[in-house]
């Protein structure tokens, strides 16, 4: 993440950090580029999936997209069914936190400790405590750039969150990260930092992991090291190569 576009975006969350203000970090035009700019067309289509392949009330889409959208200040849609407005990413955190959650009940295990690759501001955390009903997952781990883990501590540090959260320097790779069961997440980041990055994770982290669920958006798969249990095309599809990926 050492592109100049990271660069700008590693500035953006600085100067929302040193404002001491959280208010309107989600509609910030830098900021947005990277993590905030799912469209109404793709919030439209997370919704319809998210009804069609889990079934959800629209109370509790609804009830976690007020959570979610209730700092940053996002852009919101009118979201057909749904019939209120809501910010497209907080959808797509619940399609992919039902995506996780349910790939973690197909392996029969007792318990999880999350670990995620690029947290973003803490959207998925947040969304996979609103689900883990069963307190299936036992810890979260954040690994990030400096500025995203202050960001993330500051955001989910306004909710209740019931599991232990940790926050962990990217520079480390992981290599402190310890716990049973570990499962590993990495949407839309794994797949864009550099080759060395990837080889520092793949040689230090992944290991480690029992089981795992990526969002891939480059052509060119990488060699996990481990037995990949499924891939398939993203929905909707985002991205011409994007994948799901569960190992």
């Not at 307190?135 to 990030?144: A, E, G, L, M, Q």
Request: with cysteine.
């Amino acid at each position: 993440m050492d592109d100049p576009g990271y660069l700008k975006y590693r500035t953006a969350i600085s100067e929302c950090l040193n404002k001491d203000s959280m208010g309107n970090f989600k509609c910030n035009p830098i900021y947005t580029a990277i993590l905030e700019h799912v469209c109404q067309y793709h919030g439209i289509n997370y919704y319809n999936l998210i009804k069609r392949e889990f079934s959800l009330s629209d109370d509790v889409i609804l009830n976690f997209c007020k959570l979610n959208d209730s700092i940053g200040t996002p852009t919101k849609y009118v979201i057909p069914g749904l019939n209120e407005r809501v910010s497209p990413t907080s959808l797509r955190y619940i399609y992919h936190t039902c995506l996780i959650l349910n790939y973690i009940c197909s392996l029969n295990l007792s318990s999880v400790n999350i670990v995620e690759v690029g947290g973003g501001y803490g959207g998925l955390a947040l969304c996979m405590n609103y689900f883990n009903t069963n307190n299936i997952i036992k810890s979260y781990t954040c690994i990030d750039l400096p500025e995203a883990r202050q960001l993330q501590t500051a955001y989910l540090s306004k909710f209740s969150v019931n599991f232990p959260l940790q926050f962990v320097d990217s520079s480390t790779y992981g290599s402190d990260v310890e716990g049973e069961n570990l499962f590993l997440i990495s949407n839309y980041c794994f797949s864009e930092i550099s080759s060395l990055h990837r080889k520092g994770y793949s040689d230090t982290l992944i290991p480690k992991v029992k089981h795992g669920f990526m969002v891939w958006n480059e052509d060119n798969m990488h060699n996990f090291g481990k037995t990949l249990v499924r891939v398939e095309d993203e929905r909707p599809l985002t991205g011409t190569p994007n994948k799901f990926v569960y190992f």
